[in-house]
């Protein structure tokens, strides 16, 4: 599940309950080995919190360091240049200012 707060929080869930370790990968890490490591939660769910700033953000979810999974609740998804499937996230700015929305 992706949930954006009014504060600029993304917030990431996933129901996994017999995942051992569940890592966001993606734009938010530069798609580098450093993962973003989801806490468990004690009903199967794992929950991470970001605050990426304002954009578009492509991320998979990386289970037991053995497979892939897209976000279906995500806003889309996107081919990268590999082919690979990306779910996408994008975070509205702040404050949007009136002269930068076009008429």
Do not use: K
């Given at each position: 599940m992706v949930h954006i707060e009014?504060?600029?929080?993304?917030?990431?869930?996933?129901?996994l309950p017999g995942a051992t370790r569940v890592?966001?990968?993606?734009?938010?890490?530069?798609?580098?080995?450093?993962?973003?490591?989801m806490a468990?939660?004690?009903d199967g769910r794992w929950r991470l919190e970001l605050r990426p700033g304002p954009g578009e953000f492509?991320?998979?979810y990386l289970i037991?360091?053995?497979?892939?999974?897209l976000d279906g609740s995500s806003h889309g998804?996107?081919?990268n240049s590999r082919g690979q499937e990306m779910s996408r996230v994008w975070?509205?700015?702040s404050?949007?200012?009136?002269?930068?929305?076009?008429a």
């Open positions: 009014p504060d600029g929080r993304l917030i990431l869930i996933v129901d890592e966001v990968v993606g734009t938010f890490t530069g798609w580098h080995e450093q993962c973003h490591r468990a939660e004690p492509l991320f998979r037991d360091g053995a497979y892939w999974l998804s996107r081919t975070m509205p700015p404050n949007i200012e009136p002269d930068s929305i076009a």
